[in-house]
């Protein structure tokens, strides 16, 4: 029976996609990406779910490049592959239009914890372990981790990090700005689920045009970004009931 290498399931408005390879600690290989690109599409075409999750099965979240697979010889066909793929999985991840929340355990370590980046929010688990081995085996990070990593904890940490390849746990990855929050291993996927479910209470125009701003920002000037803002505020004012989001609003405040 062929592996299923990553899953997709959904839980109410919550989609799930969980990387499959616990035997090798979800380390990537071709199939493995082949199996996360087309449930990337599959969330991204949910109309369903509003919010993502993204986690691993087992132990680890997800240990970076098999280096099994890669010590037994990879052809150059596998690498371009294989670059190809890890590339495509950011760009399916910036067209997704749903905020994308990590759930971590254990290792997420060389493109593992690139797809933890790439995601809007990262809870980790206590055993969390995140790093970036890539210059010790003489590779380089290749999904945008090095722009990534140097918005999320600044330009000197991430060139430390990645230079001296060395690993960091939960509690010093929530110190610098890599993760959001640490809770309990065993309660991990409660409450991410808990904190997507918050989240997809809120209008999905509003959020993904939210998304759209802030990721643009980074490279945007000031005017620009005024302008993105008043554009999609715009939108979401001629594009959805905006009474009925805001009567909900006053009926939670009259609540408390």
Not at 67 to 82: F, M, N, P, Y
Not at 132 to 140: N, S
Not at 200 to 208: D, G, H, W
């Amino acid at each position: 029976m062929k592996e299923e290498t990553a899953l997709y399931h959904r839980e109410g408005r919550v989609g799930i996609i969980t990387l499959n390879r616990p035997q090798r600690l979800n380390a990537i290989n071709v199939h493995l990406l082949r199996a996360f690109m087309a449930h990337l599409e599959t969330a991204r075409e949910d109309k369903n779910a509003s919010v993502i999750i993204l986690t691993g099965a087992g132990r680890a979240f997800c240990a970076g490049e098999d280096l099994k697979e890669t010590a037994e010889g990879k052809d150059t066909a596998t690498w371009l592959e294989e670059t190809d793929r890890l590339q495509e999985v950011q760009r399916l991840i910036m067209k997704l239009g749903k905020p994308l929340i990590a759930a971590v355990k254990g290792y997420a370590l060389g493109g593992g914890c690139e797809f933890a980046m790439s995601c809007d929010i990262r809870i980790a688990g206590e055993s969390a372990t995140f790093g970036f081995p890539e210059t010790g085996v003489g590779l380089t990070v290749t999904t945008a981790g090095t722009k990534l990593l140097t918005q999320l904890v600044g330009l000197g940490k991430a060139k430390e990090l990645i230079f001296a390849g060395e690993f960091i746990n939960a509690k010093e990855a929530e110190k610098i700005g890599l993760a959001n929050r640490i809770v309990p291993d065993d309660t991990l996927m409660e409450e991410s689920i808990a904190m997507a479910e918050k989240i997809a209470e809120r209008s999905p125009l509003a959020l993904r045009l939210s998304r759209i701003a802030i990721d643009q920002g980074l490279d945007a000037g000031f005017e620009q970004t005024l302008e993105i803002e008043a554009n999609h505020l715009l939108i979401c004012t001629q594009a959805q009931n905006q009474t009925e989001y805001v009567a909900r609003r006053l009926a939670r405040m009259k609540k408390k």
